[in-house]
């Protein structure tokens, strides 16, 4: 390719439609969420260590239930790190054009975001499985009640119920964003 045609190929590319304003919010999203996903990565971390530390530690300490609590929270945090990672894997596009790239990496940031809320749903489905065990390990395998207990699953399940809440917020806004990214791209098919 001579010097001639590298420059008529460049005004053809400067030249060619800018992608739809969904598709540069999506995008911009996409770049805002990117500063974030290190933070988000290292905070998911430093609990799941927290996590498996303090199923490790009730282990430790013996005793059926504590044995069993513990074995439960290591489960839990696994299950936990397995749905996240799930959601956040996403498939990479295979741009064709300049505008169609556009689109393509905004559908996937919307089905990655999409993705993300469904791992939070399941993974609050993971939680409540686990404070249901919790309190059934502590109803069959003790003897004794403590204020403490209660207080702990009634914590664990108005978290979880928040997180859920959450989640379900997440999920519509970007359903509803794959759903207009979708028809873009569907359009620059025609």
Not at 72 to 80: H, I, K, L, N, S
Not at 90 to 99: H, I, Q, R, W
Not at 117 to 146: D, H, N, P, Q, Y
Request: glycine residues 8%; hydrophobic residues 55%; proline residues 3%.
């Amino acid at each position: 390719m001579n010097e001639g045609e590298w420059n008529d190929l460049q005004d053809l590319w400067r030249s060619g439609p800018s992608p739809p304003a969904l598709v540069k919010e999506e995008l911009e999203r996409l770049r805002r969420r990117r500063k974030w996903l290190a933070v988000e990565i290292v905070g998911s971390t430093i609990i799941a260590l927290a996590g498996l530390g303090l199923g490790v530690a009730l282990i430790v300490n013996g005793g059926t239930f504590f044995v069993a609590s513990g074995s439960a929270t290591c489960v839990f945090v696994a299950a936990v790190c397995s749905i996240a990672v799930w959601g956040l894997r996403a498939p990479k596009p295979l741009p064709e054009d300049a505008v169609s790239h556009a689109v393509a990496v905004a559908r996937r940031n919307a089905r990655a975001g999409v993705r993300h809320a469904a791992s939070m749903i399941w993974g609050a489905v993971v939680g409540l499985v686990f404070a249901a065990f919790m309190c059934l390990a502590r109803a069959f395998l003790t003897t004794e009640a403590t204020l403490a207990g209660f207080a702990a699953v009634g914590g664990v399940l108005l978290m979880l119920a928040a997180w859920l809440a959450l989640a379900f917020r997440y999920y519509q806004a970007r359903s509803a964003a794959l759903t207009r990214l979708d028809a873009i791209a569907t359009a620059l098919e025609d």
